[in-house]
């Protein structure tokens, strides 16, 4: 078994959904068209994607239902974490009744042999500029969600632990925060995430190990559209 990841798909397959990606620049042209390609090319039906957030730009769930279908035919288990743009997530009941390759993970993780993937969306973290308040209810609340799915994985026994968040785990100057205090206590292997676009972007992304814990963003644009293989980092 192989494990892949990729974010940040930002699909808009129904008609209703209007959201060229590529105003933001060449590696969101056909960015679709692409993933599928490298996806089919590296990935079996064995093998398992992590795919943390912003996955379709629909609002409801029926708007998202084209994305996820074509997310569905794509070979192999897939794992989703909600992003801030995945507005059409309703709960984790009622999509995981949707498809039987799909696992749509919150407060829990999920076990696939003996690796667990935990997960959460995540949020700004603290010393962020402009962190306020509201930041700050949002960020205990991802805290507690990630800190439930790591307690998941501890109770059934996981040897290897994989984290996926969709925003970054540290703040722009990539300052420790509950979320890297987390994975460390749980002595969580590798982390990925997404969230960050551009070159820019990319900068303010924490990468390389820290207290024990494999960073890796993998933001769709950053990988050039091509999901990357984790086994060798959680193994």
């Given at each position: 078994m192989n494990i892949f990841a990729i974010g940040d798909l930002h699909l808009s397959f129904d008609?209703?959904?209007?959201?060229?990606?590529?105003?933001?620049?060449?590696?969101?042209?056909?960015?679709?068209?692409?993933v599928e390609q490298y996806w089919r090319e590296t990935i079996c039906e064995e093998d398992m994607v992590i795919l943390p957030g912003d996955l379709?730009?629909?609002?409801?769930?029926?708007?998202?239902?084209?994305?996820?279908?074509?997310?569905?035919?794509?070979?192999?288990?897939?794992v989703l974490i909600k992003g801030n743009h995945d507005l059409w997530w309703t709960t984790p009941t009622k999509?995981?009744?949707?498809?039987?390759?799909?696992?749509?993970?919150?407060?829990?993780?999920?076990l696939y042999g003996d690796v667990a993937i935990c997960g959460s969306r995540?949020?700004?973290?603290?010393g962020s500029d402009g962190f306020s308040d509201h930041d700050e209810k949002i960020y205990q609340r991802e805290?507690?969600?990630?800190?439930?799915s790591l307690e998941d994985a501890k109770r059934q026994g996981a040897k290897t632990v994989i984290a996926a968040l969709h925003f970054p785990p540290t703040n722009d100057k990539q300052q420790r925060s509950g979320f890297t205090d987390l994975l460390a206590?749980?002595?969580v292997k590798t982390c990925v995430y997404g969230h960050l676009h551009g070159k820019e972007g990319f900068k303010n992304g924490i990468q390389g190990c820290l207290d024990g814990v494999e960073y890796r963003l993998v933001s769709l644009d950053y990988l050039e559209g091509k999901p990357v293989r984790i086994n060798q980092m959680a193994e």
């Open positions: 008609p209703r959904i209007e959201k060229p990606m590529d105003i933001f620049g060449a590696r969101w042209a056909h960015h679709a068209v692409r379709s730009w629909g609002l409801r769930q029926e708007e998202a239902m084209a994305d996820l279908t074509w997310i569905h035919r794509l070979p192999g288990k897939k999509l995981n009744r949707l498809f039987d390759d799909m696992v749509f993970l919150q407060n829990k993780c999920y995540g949020w700004t973290c603290p805290l507690l969600r990630l800190s439930l206590t749980h002595q």
